[in-house]
C-alpha cells in the first residue's frame, strides 16, 4: 500500500508530466478591463465579469449599507438564524423577475447544482447530460445514485435516442444555457419538448447566460421562452458578484428546503451580500447600454479574429475561444500574448475534451475597442512567432 504521501506526490508528479499542472497567480488589482500580476498590468481578457458590474459603485455601496445594517456574517444555516430578511427579499426579487414562483439562494453554483441533483435523483432515476456539460454538474451526477448518460453536445437526436429505452424512475434532463467552454448556445425549446414527451424534468444552468441575454438580462431561457422546470442561474459571472440561485415551483421549493443537505449544514450567505444583489439585479435590468457594448465588443473581436488562423467557435456570446489543439502550444500563446500585455488563460484537459485545448477570451462591456485592437495584434504576432 501506498502511504497517502507517495498517492499524491504521484498524482501530482503525473498531472506535471502530462504538462497538466494548475497553477494559480496572485492579481494585485484587477477589474473587468485591467488586471496586475507581480506588479505588470495586463488587459484582462479572461474574466466572467460580462458587464464590469464587479466594480460597479452602486453595488459596492449597497453592499457597505447591508454590512452595516446586518453584520459581516449570517451567523447560522438558513433553518437555523441565518435567513435574513435581505435573503428573503432577494429570493422574491428573482422569482418575480424570472417567471417563477419560488428562488432558493445557494453559497455557490457549484453548490446549487450538487444540491439540487443529489436531493432529487434516486435510485431508478436517469440524469441525462449534455456531454460538454460543467463539471459541477457531471459530478453531482455521478455522485447521485441515478444513472447518468451523456448526449452529444447541443444535439437534440441524440438526447432522442436516449430516451427511448424506458426506465423505472423519474428523468432529469440537463444542459447549459450558454456553454462554459465553448461559448455557444443549447437549443432549449427543442430539449424541452423532447423531455417533456418523455414526462421528465428539464434543468438548465444558465451562469453564462443570466444577465447578458434576453431583455432585461433575464437570460437564456427567457430569451428562447423555455421554461424548465429547474433554472439555475449563478452570481459570480454577469452579476459581478457571487452565490447562486434555483429557480422552481412551490412544491421544489419546499422539497429541496426538507432534503437539500448545502442548504441545511451550511451557513448562508453573508445577509449584506444578499443586498448587494438585489441592488446588482436591479443594475443587471437597467444594463441595456452595458449589454449593447458588450454585443458591439463582441462584433468587433469576431470581425478582427476572422482572418486568423485558429478555429474561431461558433459563438455569439461573451465568450469566444480559439481552439488551438495541442496542450502545450495553447499555453505558449498564452505566454506571448502575456508578454504583450493581454492576459488570456489557456483551457486545458481534463477541463475540455483532449486535442481542444483552447485560449478562452471572454470579452466584457469594460473592455474599448482599442484594447481589442491590442488582443487581436498581439494574437496576430504570437501566431507568427
Ligand atoms: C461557473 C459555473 C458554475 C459554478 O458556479 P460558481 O458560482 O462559480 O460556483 C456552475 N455552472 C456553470 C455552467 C458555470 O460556468
Known sequence: MMSWQHRMQQAVMARHEAGRLRQ?????????????VDGQRYRNFAANDYLGLSHDLRIINAW????ERYGVGAGGSGHVTGYSAAHAGLEAQ????????????????FAANQAVITALAGRDDRILADKLSHASLLEAARLSPAALRRFAHNQPDSL??????????????????????DGDRAPLAALQQLTRDAKGWLMVDDAHGIGVTGAQGRGSCWQQQVKPELLIVTFGKAVGVSGAAVLCDEMSAEYLLQFARHLIYSTAMPPAQAWALQSALVCLQQGDDLRQQLAQNIAYFRRGA????????????????????????????????????????????????????????????????????????????????
Open 24 to 36: 494559480r497567480i496572485v492579481t494585485q488589482h484587477d477589474d473587468a478591463r485591467w488586471m496586475v
Open 64 to 67: 457597505q449599507q447591508g454590512a
Open 94 to 109: 428573482l422569482a418575480d423577475w424570472l417567471g417563477y414562483s419560488r428562488a432558493l439562494l445557494f453559497i455557490s453554483g
Open 160 to 181: 432522442q435516442r436516449l430516451l427511448t429505452s424506458s426506465i423505472g424512475g423519474e428523468t432529469l434532463v440537463v444542459t447549459e444555457g450558454v456553454f462554459s467552454m
Open 306 to 385: 476572422s482572418a486568423l488562423p485558429f478555429r474561431l467557435m461558433d459563438s455569439d456570446s461573451a465568450i469566444q475561444p480559439l481552439i488551438v489543439g495541442d496542450d502545450q502550444h495553447a499555453m505558449a500563446l498564452a505566454r506571448q500574448l502575456r508578454a504583450r500585455g493581454c492576459w488570456v488563460t489557456a483551457i486545458r484537459p481534463p477541463t475540455v475534451p483532449p486535442g481542444t485545448a483552447r485560449l478562452r477570451i471572454t470579452l466584457n462591456a469594460m473592455h474599448q475597442l482599442a484594447d481589442i485592437d491590442v488582443l487581436l495584434e498581439s494574437l496576430y504576432a504570437a501566431k507568427s512567432e
